[in-house]
């Protein structure tokens, strides 16, 4: 039977879909968005919901208010079913909702074992019908400000939701046959409680560059990447699209080169003019101000030196990171790899999870612990503290 489809644009057709989804106990969601792509920002280009009966595909580049569905994301009594929600999750705080009662079916296969598929690929594995399964030419990286969207996009978007009760529905049984009813709980728990507001702004000052550049470079670097991103959101266009960090790099390493603005490749033609290249030789200025002010001599570095005390400590950081995760974590996640499979112990006790295990930057969840804690006692081991102390 074809789906129920419904592209709501206006108002009243939203209101009314507002009023329907508030009643259900169950719904089905995900999002289409860009990320400094085509245009500047986080920003939510399309939301689907299928409530079992309507797909609806909601357009928020329109006259409606797309604030106005938080309610119905934020309610208690209705599960929101997804399926790797972690991106779309932190788009929705950045826009001012924040979700409960959700059901991430990515993390139900993972606790299952199963390999970290697409959606497509794990309706595939999971439900073994191909009637659920079409060919989806990829529009996940297309253009999703486009208006009118395509029949393509359209039925790509309303495909991301319309299985998702099919694939809830076998997983929640296995799941259930498993015993992992309380650990998928504890998960999505915890998924509800992370800090999603990390990463909604994309970080445009990272170690990676700073460590190419000397401190007189970097001065400069920081000045024209913070103007940078002023006049991205000034003529809405993805940063790479506005000014080339090339540019940047150039202008920092080799600031006469200012003078050679309107020939230098990777500046968007607006950006070509008279007033941009006097505020980029203004910012230059204000660069080698601070250097002089700050007696910042040629060659000194940007990153800098750690102190004894400092370096000690940071040694003895790694000693003892390196100790718990080869006497501790590495033989426990050997036995959980035999007893309840590869996937699911590289899942939380992936070499990052364990570092930050071990520096109590994450805690384990409950049905973690008692893995660990049953698993070194097998083994003989000494608990740590700090996993000893978790509650």
């Not at 009023?19 to 990320?35: A, N, V, Y």
């Not at 001012?96 to 993972?110: E, M, Q, S």
């Not at 253009?143 to 359209?154: C, D, G, V, Y």
């Not at 490749?265 to 080698?288: R, T």
């Amino acid at each position: 039977m074809k789906p129920n489809i419904q592209y709501i644009d206006n108002k009243e057709s939203f209101e009314k879909a507002i009023s329907i989804l508030s009643t259900k106990k169950e719904i089905f969601i995900d999002l289409e968005f860009d990320k400094n792509h085509f245009r500047y920002g986080f920003n939510l280009c399309l939301m689907q919901i299928f409530d079992g009966e309507i797909c609806y595909l909601i357009d928020p580049l329109t006259e409606i208010e797309i604030e106005h569905i938080f309610p119905v994301l934020e309610n208690q009594d209705i599960q929101i079913v997804c399926f790797a929600f972690n991106e779309d999750m932190r788009l929705l705080h950045h826009l001012g909702a924040k979700p409960n009662n959700i059901l991430d079916l990515a993390v139900a296969t993972r606790l299952l074992n199963y390999d970290t598929l697409s959606l497509n690929n794990t309706l595939a594995v999971i439900l073994e019908d191909d009637r659920y399964i079409t060919e989806k030419s990829s529009q996940q990286k297309s253009n999703w400000f486009q208006r009118p969207l395509t029949e393509k996009q359209n039925h790509y978007a309303a495909e991301d939701v319309l299985y998702l009760p099919a694939l809830s529905e076998e997983l929640k049984k296995r799941i259930e046959a498993e015993g992992k009813t309380s650990w998928l709980a504890q998960e999505m728990e915890a998924f509800e409680n992370y800090d999603w507001s990390n990463g909604s702004v994309a970080e445009y000052l990272t170690k990676k560059d700073q460590k190419l550049l000397s401190m007189r470079e970097w001065i400069r670097f920081t000045k024209l990447m913070d103007y940078r991103e002023t006049l991205a959101e000034l003529l809405n266009r993805p940063t790479y699209k506005v000014l080339d960090k090339k540019v940047i790099f150039e202008l920092s390493t080799a600031p006469k080169k200012v003078e050679q603005w309107k020939s230098l490749k990777g500046i968007h033609p607006k950006f070509k003019s008279d007033e941009v290249q006097s505020k980029i030789a203004s910012l230059l200025d204000e660069a080698d101000k601070e250097i002089s002010e700050n007696r910042i001599t040629m060659g000194q570095s940007s990153i800098p030196p750690l102190s004894s005390d400092e370096r000690q400590a940071a040694g003895q950081r790694r000693k003892r990171q390196q100790y718990f995760k080869e006497t501790f974590f590495l033989p426990i996640k050997e036995v959980v790899k035999n007893e309840y499979g590869e996937n699911l112990s590289n899942y939380f006790l992936s070499n990052r999870k364990i570092t930050d295990f071990i520096n109590q930057e994450t805690l384990l969840l409950p049905y973690q612990k008692e893995i660990v804690l049953q698993t070194a006692q097998k083994l003989k081991l000494e608990i740590p503290s700090f996993i000893s102390e978790i509650k």
